[in-house]
């Protein structure tokens, strides 16, 4: 009888982690990985549709956005692998899951793809606030990813917004000490 190079195991593999995530924490990390899977989307759907003034800095800015979202989205799948959970980041769960408000069709100008964009980071940014305390809770190595996610989202919103924002006039103010 010859013996070929691929035979099937018939034992089963056990593997013993140190933690494994529960169902809330693999639904929390599943929000992050959907809402930064949409951001990732319309932050090129802007990068290709936006037109106006200032243009060409903006679609510089979308590509730092984008590809933040991109790190942040394989991070926190990596991250779910690690916990013995199965990402979903197909366009199906994502259309449907996302808390993302929708982005504009077509030629969107700059000032409005600006503000969209932002509202998206800052909706990207409320998710990973709200679910924080519960993963930190549950998971406090997952809790300090969340952080990087979070510090980065909310300095991008900072540096995108800028562009739309005018001294002592804009809202919210700014804190002067």
């Known amino acids: 009888m010859t013996t070929t190079a691929t035979q099937h195991r018939t034992s089963q593999h ?18 992050v990985l959907v809402d930064l ?4 989307l319309q932050g090129k759907q802007a990068h290709w549709n936006a037109v106006g003034a200032n243009f060409r800095d903006l679609h510089l800015q979308l590509d730092e956005i984008v ?37 504009p069709r077509g030629e969107v100008a700059t000032g409005e793809a600006i503000d969209a964009i932002v509202a998206s980071l800052y909706a990207v ?4 606030r709200r679910v924080h305390d519960e993963v930190d809770a549950a998971d406090p190595t997952t809790a300090d990813l969340l952080h990087s996610v979070l510090e980065r989202l909310e300095q991008l919103a900072w540096l995108t917004d800028a562009e739309r924002r005018a001294p002592g006039t804009s809202v919210p103010a700014a804190i002067v000490v």
Not at 37 to 40: M, S, V
Not at 125 to 128: K, L, M
């Open 14 to 31: 056990v593997a013993h982690p140190a933690f494994r995530a529960d169902e809330q924490l693999a639904g929390h990390l599943q929000q």
């Open 37 to 40: 899977n949409d951001l990732a």
């Open 67 to 103: 590809d933040a979202a991109r790190e942040f989205t394989d991070a926190v799948a990596e991250r779910m692998r690690a916990l013995y959970v199965v990402p979903d980041g197909t366009s199906a769960r994502t259309a449907a899951q996302s808390s993302l408000p929708a982005f």
């Open 125 to 128: 940014a409320g998710t990973v």
